[in-house]
């Protein structure tokens, strides 16, 4: 899947959304980690070659890219029977605010749907409190709440639990 888009405002030029390779594990580390690195209360990295190397074989990762091939931002997605799982949404701290992660989810949500999901569902961390009405306002709707069980430790005295929202298509 390779898409040509138009670009959103404040990008100058096209760019495309693809599915990752391993090839590209290299430059979706540090893109991840750095889009993230404002949970400062949760421990260590978010990602790293073996995390990410595993989601590549759990689920698909959408890559935007340049015309020069540098990966402007990402976001995983899972198809798990007639329902998807999309997280990870990442975009590079230069391009932030500018329409590219609403058009991630858009392709998130369109690989989905191709492949068979009639909703998609997203996990939102309650220490996000920003995250939840953003996504409202693109058709998403709180479902639960439920235990949050990170991959890294939580920074000492930091609780924290799942907000859990679907869209349906």
Do not use: W
């Amino acid at each position: 899947m390779t898409e040509i888009l138009n670009p959103p405002t404040g990008f100058l030029h096209p760019f495309s959304i693809r599915t990752a390779s391993a090839a590209d594990c290299p430059s979706l580390i540090p893109l991840i980690n750095a889009a993230f690195s404002i949970e400062t209360f949760l421990e260590g990295t978010r990602t790293d070659e073996s995390r990410l190397t595993a989601m590549m074989e759990k689920g698909t990762i959408l890559v935007a890219e340049d015309s020069s091939a540098r990966l402007l931002g990402c976001v995983y997605v899972e198809v798990g029977g007639d329902r998807g799982y999309m997280g990870q949404l990442a975009v590079d701290r230069a391009h932030q605010r500018a329409g590219l992660g609403r058009i991630l989810v858009e392709a998130a949500e369109s690989h989905l749907r191709k492949s068979g999901c009639k909703a998609v569902d997203i996990v939102v961390l309650s220490l996000r409190p920003e995250l939840p009405p953003v996504y409202r306002r693109i058709g998403y709707l709180e479902t639960g709440t439920g235990p949050f069980t990170p991959q890294r430790s939580l920074a000492p005295g930091v609780e924290c639990h799942g907000i859990f929202m679907s869209k349906q298509f």
